[in-house]
């Protein structure tokens, strides 16, 4: 039997440039000599589907594409309850997830991490609706402004995050929540709520920058930002650079539950790693050394964005 399950998408992003990338993974997994046998996700829920089956049949899993199918993998695999090895090879607009342990978004370097066969435990989030949803994440489960902006690229298919940013904030309009933590309270008008493991979301805007994955906490922030001053603030989120911000305030906590305040609100929508969940109220817990996962030894992620602003993403630069 081969050792990897790679697993993809072939309808994520452009087809054509899809079918290409997954030639040239395969190529690159040949010539470093990684046993692996390739599987198709042909239906929505296949991908998860397929994951969860092939852990249980004693394979190391790789999710091949953007965000959505990465978190697909992953919550398949670890809800299979088989402890299989779990990595990833970015092939998205976003590659969030992937970054979280390091991974950049360079298709033979991920193929050369899976040859190299270097692994460890990470922290992962989980998240439980009260309308019974439940979901593993690895980056940012968030509620506010910034789901509905992932529900609506969700369903219009758009690759262009920064332009539905842009389509949805003139409509948008701020509702007070609660935001229960375990040594702190958060009750009054907010965009978004930001409950992050990793830092970034939207393909590195990072709004939890000092989150770390070692550490068995959450670094939540919450935000009630004008709409205009929202839209100003994006090339600082990119540039890791938005925190500290008189609008937005930070908590860590391992436990996080979030509310609508006024109950004839509409309620927000929660997402974990891009993907929607549905509406508040929710509840996030981390989960210490929660996964073993595929990675390069040195957070490359972090070592790509010091050679590109001088420091690292969880360092503050004012």
């Known amino acids: 039997m081969e050792d990897y399950a790679i697993i993809y998408n072939p309808i ?29 996700s042909e239906y929505a829920g296949h991908t998860l589907e397929l994951a969860n089956q092939l852990a249980k049949d004693g394979y190391r899993v790789i999710g091949v594409g953007g965000d959505g199918t990465c978190n697909e993998v992953f919550h398949g695999v670890i809800t299979s309850d088989s402890g299989a090895l779990c990595g990833f090879i970015p092939m998205g607009s976003g590659n969030d997830i992937p970054a979280v342990i390091g ?61 539905m940013v842009l389509k949805t904030i003139f ?43 070692d550490d068995g906490l959450f670094d ?29 305030t930070e908590y860590r906590s391992k436990k996080v539950r979030i509310e609508m ?3 004839n609100d509409l309620p927000y929508l929660c997402q ?17 050394n929660g996964y073993e996962f595929i990675h390069p030894k040195t957070d490359e992620v972090a070592e790509a964005f010091k050679v590109k602003y001088g420091r690292y993403f969880y360092e503050y630069s004012h």
Request: charged letters at 25%; proline letters at 3%.
């Open 12 to 40: 994520a992003g452009i087809a054509e440039k899809t079918q290409e990338d997954i030639e040239y993974a395969c190529q690159c997994l040949d010539n470093l000599k990684v046993s692996y046998k390739l599987f198709k």
């Open 103 to 163: 991974i950049i978004p360079n298709i033979k370097r991920a193929c050369e991490i899976i040859a190299e066969g270097h692994s460890s435990k990470s922290d992962i989030g989980f998240a439980n609706t009260d309308e019974g949803v439940e979901r593993y994440f690895l980056g940012i489960g968030s509620q506010g402004f910034d789901s509905e902006v992932a529900r609506r690229v969700n369903e219009e298919d758009v690759k262009n995050y920064n332009m």
């Open 171 to 213: 409509s948008w309009k701020n509702r007070e929540i609660i935001v229960k933590m375990d040594n702190n309270n958060y009750e009054g008008y907010a965009n978004l709520v930001a409950v992050g493991n990793g830092g970034s979301y939207g393909g590195g805007m990072y709004i939890c920058q000092r989150a770390r994955i």
């Open 220 to 248: 939540i922030s919450v935000a009630n930002i004008g709409k205009l001053k929202l839209i100003l603030q994006f090339k600082r989120m990119y540039s890791a650079s938005l925190l500290p911000h008189p609008n937005v």
């Open 261 to 263: 305040k006024n109950s």
């Open 272 to 288: 974990v790693d891009g993907e929607i969940l549905g509406p508040l109220p929710v509840t996030y817990e981390t989960i210490k």
